[in-house]
């Protein structure tokens, strides 16, 4: 029932930036918090960023602070994943992601409930 499609992927050199972008619909539960998790062929799944409903809280995985920043539209809809000076370990398919509960909930960060499709994000080397 819940669909996220994601978009925003692509091709871009290091150092470079990308706007991911993710438009959730049909959500059936209610939700704790939206965000990102990144997977890599060979690489463990890694949550990279979660924006909490309630207040637009947020978390974000060492490997991104200071580079990523997610955010939601003033329409509360649309979630965007901005990603500045991206590095050769950052490629991989960012998959939109909900959470229906507090982070405590979980194992670690790359937990999730649903995710979509994902959008494909490529640093050149």
């Known amino acids: 029932q819940v669909q996220l499609v994601e978009s925003g992927g692509g091709l871009v050199q290091p150092g470079g930036s990308l706007r991911l972008s993710c438009v959730p619909s049909?959500?059936?539960?209610?939700?704790?918090?939206i965000g990102w998790v990144r997977q890599a062929p060979g690489k463990e799944r890694e949550g990279v960023s979660w924006?909490?409903?309630?207040?637009?809280?947020?978390n974000y995985a060492d490997s991104v602070k200071g580079r990523f920043t997610i955010a939601r539209d003033n329409d509360r809809t649309t979630v965007y994943l901005q990603m500045n000076n991206l590095k050769p370990e950052d490629p991989a398919v960012y998959h939109c992601?909900?959470?229906?509960?507090?982070?405590?909930?979980?194992?670690?960060?790359?937990?999730?409930?649903?995710w979509g499709q994902g959008t494909q994000v490529t640093v050149s080397s």
């Open positions: 992601a909900i959470r229906v509960a507090p982070a405590h909930y979980y194992s670690d960060n790359d937990k999730y409930d649903y």
């Open positions: 049909g959500i059936a539960v209610d939700y704790y918090a």
């Open positions: 924006i909490r409903k309630s207040d637009n809280g947020t």
